[in-house]
């Protein structure tokens, strides 16, 4: 079974800056998908980028952008020009690329709690 | 216009009582999924349906049961709630086709979450 883990409960960052949120995963699978989600005070889920694992290029959105280590089984997430409305909670996922079960599910590490200081 | 809606967003009830979510999505997605998010804000998968079909069960007390009269909807229905019933359910559907220029496989959209309080 897939695991994913986030070892960093909580980060803080001056509005303006740069932060990295750290992710790393295990599986023996070779084909898989990697995404980060955000959730703000609102509770909604928001996708906030994603990455497939054939994919050597680190995926980008905006002002985030991931650092993908596919051999190290790390995917960071990082916030450039960090605003106040970053601030929320952070989930790294996972999921197979296989046609089984295990595409049929994300698995979430615990989360990182963002905090912007202004 | 909302892409997976989840009603109701609060929910209190008391012990042994049954309850009812609903979802629904207007993505045209083929597969839908409750998750579920305890206290401690982790994330787990609880069911997963494809085309109406149960895919996944996780080790879920069979007090809960998920009910898909069409593709668009997966509603959760509880049984006899207890208070390690108390969480925030999520629902989420995804396709594994393309299904148009503004959607991409692989993703799963979610609801907007209901919090249920058992007391």
């Known amino acids: 079974a897939q695991t994913v883990t986030q070892s960093q409960p909580e980060m803080s960052v001056q509005e303006a800056e740069t932060v990295t949120l750290s992710c790393t995963y295990d599986t023996s699978e070779s084909d898989y998908y990697l995404f980060w989600y955000k959730q703000p005070p609102s509770r909604q889920m928001i996708l906030v980028i994603r990455?497939?694992?054939?994919?050597?290029q680190n995926a980008t959105e905006n002002r985030f952008s991931v650092n993908f280590q596919k051999a190290a089984k790390s995917f960071s997430l990082k916030i450039s020009d960090s605003q106040l409305g970053d601030a929320a909670m952070y989930f790294c996922a996972y999921r197979s690329a296989d046609s089984g079960a295990g595409s049929y599910q994300l698995t979430f590490g615990k989360g990182t709690k963002l905090s912007v200081i202004p | 216009d909302t892409a997976v809606s989840q009603t109701p967003k609060y929910l209190v009830t008391q012990m042994g009582n049954d309850k009812s979510i609903k979802c629904e999505q207007n993505l045209g997605h083929d597969t839908m999924y409750w998750y579920k998010q305890d206290s401690k804000k982790f994330l787990k998968i609880m069911f997963s349906?494809?085309?109406?079909?149960?895919?996944i069960n996780e080790t879920v007390p069979n007090r809960f049961s998920p009910k898909s009269p069409d593709k668009a909807h997966l509603n959760l229905h509880i049984n006899s709630l207890e208070l390690g019933d108390s969480a925030v359910y999520f629902c989420a559907s995804s396709t594994l086709r393309l299904a148009g220029a503004l959607l991409a496989k692989n993703i799963q959209y979610f609801g907007a979450g209901t919090r249920l309080s058992v007391l």
């Open positions: 349906y494809n085309n109406k079909e149960l895919i």
């Open positions: 990455q497939e694992a054939y994919k050597q």
